[in-house]
Nanobody, 123 residues
Framework: VQLVESGGGLVQPGGSLRLSCAAS????????MGWFCQAPGKDREFVGA????????EYADSVKGRFTISRDNAKNTVYLQMNNLEPEDTAVYYC?????????????????WGQGTQVTVSS
């Protein structure tokens, strides 16, 4: 299993970024996918997750209405569209895969992780 995130960077408050996570080495469409973030000195936190078909997604309260998860099973890729970014969103963002195709909100439910991509929101 390999997960490779991309799309992070520096953005001003109120700006947008789209993160991508390219998956390989497993049957992508049978896995639920999640995004987590970790700021310096803090635990890894749930951001959002999407089920195998893309028909169901759930989000942390702090990002509802601002972030959207989607997936393209033909491209083995999951996305995190981040709008109206705030300085508090600054963190390393990780993509994760969960066998069984359903979502989860805790990190221990995901068995495979990417290396992370840095998102910095600052003026």
């Amino acid at each position: 299993v390999q997960l490779v995130e991309s799309g992070g960077g520096l953005v001003q408050p109120g700006g947008s970024l789209r993160l991508s996570c390219a998956a390989s080495g497993f049957f992508f469409r049978s896995y639920g996918m999640g995004w987590f973030c970790q700021a310096p000195g803090k635990d890894r936190e749930f951001v959002g997750a999407i089920n195998w078909s893309g028909g169901f997604a759930e989000y942390a309260d702090s990002v509802k209405g601002r972030f959207t998860i989607s997936r393209d099973n033909a491209k083995n890729t999951v996305y995190l569209q981040m709008n109206n970014l705030e300085p508090e969103d600054t963190a390393v963002y990780y993509c994760a895969a969960r066998r069984g195709g359903v979502t989860a909100t805790i990190a221990s439910a995901f068995g495979s992780w990417g290396q992370g991509t840095q998102v910095t929101v600052s003026s």
